[in-house]
């Protein structure tokens, strides 16, 4: 009888904790449906203003313009101002790249709707002369802009190059006229000239900070000079040397004018022994530092042997030296010997001479050196060691070709890596290939 009875509790108990499952699971597949449900409901239009402002700034444009149909509302936001501020152009011919383009639909109605919101703008271009003039077309109708940074680019060959030079003027005058707060402008590999500049300067010239301009072949010294004479407030420059000069400096030296922060200056040569390389005068190189004492000028150079012969005779207070092409033992001697400031020193090739002692006396007298790279070169094994235990942990960044060091009877390969490393103070290998 007592078995019978115990047998009906277990069985009512069991039959309980059944129930009681199955509730718990009835309840927790009834939350999962319910969730669904909440979201499937949910009026995503009401989200706050803010919260769609900044989910549309992560958008892609495409993206952006195809969810600006889900609801009049999210239409309205994709249109205000602030969207709008910047923008890049892509320009491209299906013919000549496989990059997508801005549609032109969505081209006209930029300019119809938002041309007075655009403030940071670039063009980016490929490699044909119909997308470089199409850029241009934009820009003659940005009437109503107040661009503050205005960028070209050109992500093959320049094609700006190709569009005539009446045309880009043209074009860009209608920026520089209509802006009056330009602050930021790239131009490099383009048709600008002189009296584009002088309409640059006569209508920004309180706003202008960064003007970068590396191979303009229509813009001369004076074109430059009358920037730099009006532009007070400019803290980056980017040319190429053929319009730098002794006026320059002094300009930009000048009492009314701020710190310069940054001079980048091309030095470029395509066909050897035509073109004749003038030389600065160190009480011109010695304004620009006395005035503003932290500037980083930069001298990228792409010459032949035989052109380097006006640079670097007396002492020049350059920062980051980059070749582009090979370099004669006795430049890198005259840098060691003339320029103290240098902290960052790249060389893509050399002859066949080890570079040992002139890499030695780089390092006794460029105390600032921080970088090094060297490609197609030669140096020792003790001679490098002896370089980086002079430089020792200030070295931050250096970069050499296995096949730059030859081994000799002090150091093999295996054991320079153990030794640059104790000067370093950090494990260091040398490189397989260039990483500059």
């Known amino acids: 009888m007592k078995r019978a009875r115990q047998k009906v509790v277990d069985e009512n108990e069991a039959h309980q904790t059944s129930q009681k499952s199955k509730k718990q699971k009835t309840c927790s597949y009834g939350s999962v449906f319910g969730e669904s ?42 249109h205000i101002p602030d969207l709008w501020r910047r923008f890049e152009f892509e320009l491209n011919q299906p013919a000549t790249s496989y990059l997508k383009s801005t549609h032109p639909d969505l081209i006209q109605q ?75 402008i790239k131009i490099d590999d383009t048709p600008v000239d002189d009296p584009s500049l002088k309409v640059l300067v006569a209508n920004n010239s309180d706003t202008l900070k960064l003007l970068k301009m590396s191979s303009c072949p229509h813009v001369s010294p004076a074109g430059i000079l009358c920037v730099a004479d009006q532009c007070h407030g400019l803290k980056e420059l980017a040319l190429n040397y053929y319009i730098l000069s002794d006026e320059l400096l002094l ?100 002859g066949l001479q080890p570079l040992d002692d002139e890499l030695i006396r780089i390092a006794e007298r460029c105390k600032n050196l921080t970088a090094m790279g060297l490609g197609e070169c030669e140096v020792t094994c003790r001679g490098f060691i002896e370089f980086v235990k002079m430089c020792g942990g200030r070295l931050t960044q250096l970069s050499i070709m296995e096949e730059v060091l030859i081994p000799d009877n002090d150091y093999s390969l295996d054991r320079l890596h153990l030794e640059v490393s104790k000067h370093l103070g950090r494990m260091w290998f040398p490189d397989m290939m260039p990483t500059w």
């Open 37 to 78: 449900a909440l979201h499937a409901s949910m009026d995503w239009g009401s989200l706050p203003h803010h919260v769609i402002l900044r989910i549309f700034q992560f958008l892609p444009l495409v993206d952006r313009a195809r969810a600006s149909s889900v609801c009049r509302r999210w239409n309205e936001i994709f």
């Open 110 to 184: 930029i300019i119809k709707r938002h041309a007075d919101h655009l403030q940071y703008v670039s063009f980016k271009v490929d490699s044909s002369t119909e997308s470089a003039e199409a850029a241009c077309d934009i820009l003659s109708q940005l009437v109503n802009c107040s661009i503050k940074t205005l960028g070209l680019i050109s992500t093959a060959k320049p094609s700006f190059m190709n569009v005539s030079k009446a045309h880009f003027a043209s074009a860009l005058t209608v920026v520089f006229v209509n802006s009056k707060s330009l602050s930021s």
């Open 251 to 350: 300009a930009l030296s000048s009492e009314k004018h701020v710190d310069l922060e940054h001079l980048r200056i091309d030095v470029v040569s395509e066909n050897p022994g035509q073109v004749e390389f003038h030389t600065i005068k160190k009480q011109s190189w010695d304004a620009l530092v006395k005035h503003s004492p932290k500037v980083n000028i930069v001298m990228y150079f792409f010459l032949y042997e035989e052109e380097f012969d006006a640079f670097f005779r007396e002492e020049t207070p350059v920062t980051h030296l980059y070749f582009g092409r090979a370099v004669s033992k006795a430049m890198l001697g005259r840098i060691g010997m003339n320029c103290p400031r240098l902290i960052e020193l790249v060389v893509c090739a050399n």
